[in-house]
């Protein structure tokens, strides 16, 4: 629970879930993706121990999301947006190299219980534009393991996947045009209108033929399996971030919120 007046309410709940796994696995969290099959750890005792209530899963899936989203900010640079304070719930994490948009809380309740709910939205939201591509991509790596779905690791490759393609797509529209790549993060990405990326361009000038452009495109960015085909669970989808990412420009065409 969040101390009257909530201060920093990202960090207690942080400090929360560093405070549990510490005492329960005398392992203390710094923050780095390194942990997070720490994490995975801690969140497999905890659901194996006492088959949490509701409640209990929601305040795990709580202090786990919340740290788990804030791992990603420092990691690949993103922006929380705290609609309610009092409900992490609604917290969204906006990336900032590319328009990409996730709810670690609710991708963590998925973790914690190990299910799918209707109620729980995990996708990746980004740009209408994108849609196609990143839905293309992920059929391209194929399924993951019912495992790797249900783990913080596992999830962490899927979105780093989906950053690199995203991202080399805004970079080569900025290349391009002859500026710098649009710098994201503050508007919801699923309601900006961005420039039609062309995979055929992208072929030509790359070297790849015009029917498999966008394949090319997938194949070049894959970071994620082994290339073997995989069954298990579904990918929902609705690296290296470049240093420089000063553009001030607005990619939905207006004045950032």
Same mark, same amino acid.
């Given at each position: 629970?969040?101390?009257?007046?909530?201060?920093?309410? $990202?960090?207690?709940?942080?400090?929360?879930?560093?405070?549990?796994?510490?005492?329960? $696995?005398?392992?203390?969290?710094?923050?780095?993706?390194?942990?997070?099959?720490?994490?995975?750890?801690?969140?497999?005792?905890?659901?194996?121990?006492?088959?949490?209530?509701?409640?209990?899963?929601?305040?795990?899936?709580?202090?786990?999301?919340?740290?788990?989203?804030?791992? &990603?900010?420092?990691?690949?640079?993103?922006?929380?947006?705290?609609?309610?304070?009092?409900? %992490?719930?609604?917290?969204?994490?906006?990336?900032?190299?590319?328009?990409?948009?996730?709810?670690?809380?609710? #991708?963590?309740?998925?973790?914690?219980?190990?299910?799918?709910?209707?109620? #729980?939205?995990?996708?990746?939201?980004? !740009?209408?534009?994108?849609?196609?591509?990143?839905?293309?991509?992920?059929?391209?790596?194929?399924?993951?393991?019912?495992?790797?779905?249900?783990?913080?690791?596992?999830?962490?490759? #899927?979105? /780093?996947?989906?950053?690199? &393609?995203?991202?080399?797509?805004?970079?080569?529209?900025?290349?391009?045009?002859?500026?710098? %790549?649009?710098?994201?993060?503050?508007?919801?990405?699923?309601?900006?209108?961005?420039?039609?990326?062309? %995979?055929?361009?992208?072929?030509?000038?790359?070297?790849?033929?015009?029917?498999?452009?966008?394949?090319? &495109? /997938?194949? !070049?960015? /894959?970071? $994620?399996?082994?290339?073997?085909?995989?069954?298990?669970?579904?990918?929902?989808?609705?690296?290296?971030? %470049?240093?420089?990412?000063?553009?001030?420009?607005?990619?939905?065409?207006?004045?950032? &919120?």
């Amino acid at each position: 629970m969040l101390s009257e007046g909530h201060g920093d309410p $990202v960090r207690e709940y942080c400090e929360m879930l560093v405070s549990a796994v510490k005492e329960t $696995v005398d392992y203390g969290l710094d923050y780095s993706i390194e942990t997070l099959p720490v994490v995975d750890h801690y969140v497999s005792l905890a659901r194996e121990d006492s088959q949490p209530r509701e409640e209990v899963s929601a305040l795990i899936a709580s202090m786990a999301g919340v740290y788990y989203g804030e791992v &990603l900010k420092r990691r690949f640079g993103a922006q929380w947006h705290l609609h309610d304070l009092s409900d %992490p719930f609604t917290w969204e994490l906006f990336f900032t190299s590319c328009p990409l948009a996730i709810r670690p809380v609710h #991708i963590s309740y998925e973790i914690v219980t190990r299910q799918e709910d209707d109620a #729980i939205d995990s996708s990746l939201r980004t !740009a209408q534009a994108r849609q196609d591509f990143l839905y293309d991509y992920f059929e391209a790596l194929g399924q993951v393991s019912e495992d790797e779905f249900f783990s913080f690791s596992g999830r962490t490759e #899927i979105i /780093m996947a989906a950053l690199d &393609l995203l991202s080399e797509i805004e970079r080569f529209i900025a290349e391009q045009k002859g500026g710098k %790549p649009v710098r994201f993060g503050k508007k919801d990405p699923s309601t900006l209108q961005l420039p039609p990326f062309d %995979p055929k361009k992208y072929a030509e000038i790359y070297g790849s033929g015009v029917k498999e452009a966008k394949q090319s &495109l /997938m194949e !070049a960015l /894959m970071k $994620v399996g082994s290339g073997e085909e995989n069954t298990g669970a579904e990918i929902p989808v609705v690296t290296s971030i %470049p240093e420089d990412f000063s553009s001030d420009e607005d990619p939905g065409g207006g004045s950032h &919120l």
